[in-house]
């Protein structure tokens, strides 16, 4: 069974660093969400991607935040000059062809501390 | 724009007792609603969904929920709950075309005491 996967699990790093995370789908799910989720908060909506075209970005994405979808396949969600207000956990989703996007299937996500 | 409310931010329960968590949604446009659960450290996993048809809708682990549009509720209800159920549930919403993702309450989290 290959479900959402997400590389990687943890990530600690320093304030100002750059870090990158890799989600990568079920295959051939061409819609994919990012989401980050803070402590005792529910996930909360960053970006979406239909194929490689990214559709929609939320204002909690700021400028220090991109993220890419390649092909259509896998996505990178880089943060750059962190902040101790990035540390958080950060959800993969992807959405069957065919659909409207509903129904999500989420990966193990990456949890990010930053120093 | 979509909101969801989870009344309750911890719920504690005794094993083999029944549950019901709470959740309200407003939106202006129709939604399609879910219930997730989150086990420590790790991502979600669909516990069911109401897209459209009956109002009862039955998911994994023996949960259910009833879509109440009147009073804009979507419960989750388990008749016997077990310790393993010990998690952290979400309901989320969805309006259709999808552009702003799921919109997610703050959780409840479910204790199950033996």
């Known amino acids: 069974d290959t479900g959402v996967s997400q590389d990687p699990r943890h990530k600690i790093t320093k304030r100002g660093q750059n870090v990158t995370f890799r989600c990568d789908p079920i295959?051939?799910?061409?819609?994919l969400y990012w989401y980050r989720q803070t402590l005792g908060q529910g996930p909360e909506f960053l970006t979406y991607?239909?194929?490689?075209?990214?559709?929609?970005k939320s204002r909690l994405l700021s400028d220090r935040f991109s993220a890419e979808r390649p092909k259509g396949s896998f996505s990178t969600l880089e943060i750059q000059r962190t902040e101790q207000g990035d540390s958080a956990m950060y959800l993969c989703?992807?959405?069957?062809?065919?659909?409207?996007?509903?129904?999500?299937?989420f990966g193990p996500g990456t949890r990010l501390l930053v120093l | 724009a979509q909101s969801v409310t989870q009344l309750d931010s911890q719920v504690p329960v005794f094993e083999e007792a029944p549950v019901e968590l709470r959740c309200n949604y407003s939106?202006?446009?129709?939604?399609?609603l879910f219930w997730y659960v989150q086990y420590p450290n790790q991502g979600l996993q669909l516990l069911l969904k109401?897209?459209?048809?009956?109002?009862l809708v039955k998911g994994i682990n023996g949960f259910e929920a009833e879509f109440n549009k009147s009073q804009t509720s979507f419960h989750l209800r388990k008749p016997s709950v077990h310790i393993s159920d010990t998690a952290e549930y979400f309901c989320?919403?969805?309006?259709?075309?999808?552009?702003?993702?799921?919109?997610f309450g703050k959780g409840t989290h479910l204790i199950i005491q033996p």
């Open positions: 989703a992807s959405s069957p062809t065919g659909t409207g996007g509903e129904t999500q299937y």
């Open positions: 295959s051939e799910h061409n819609r």
């Open positions: 991607f239909q194929n490689e075209a990214q559709l929609e």
């Open positions: 939106s202006s446009v129709s939604v399609y």
């Open positions: 109401y897209l459209s048809g009956s109002t």
């Open positions: 989320a919403s969805f309006a259709g075309g999808g552009a702003d993702g799921l919109t």
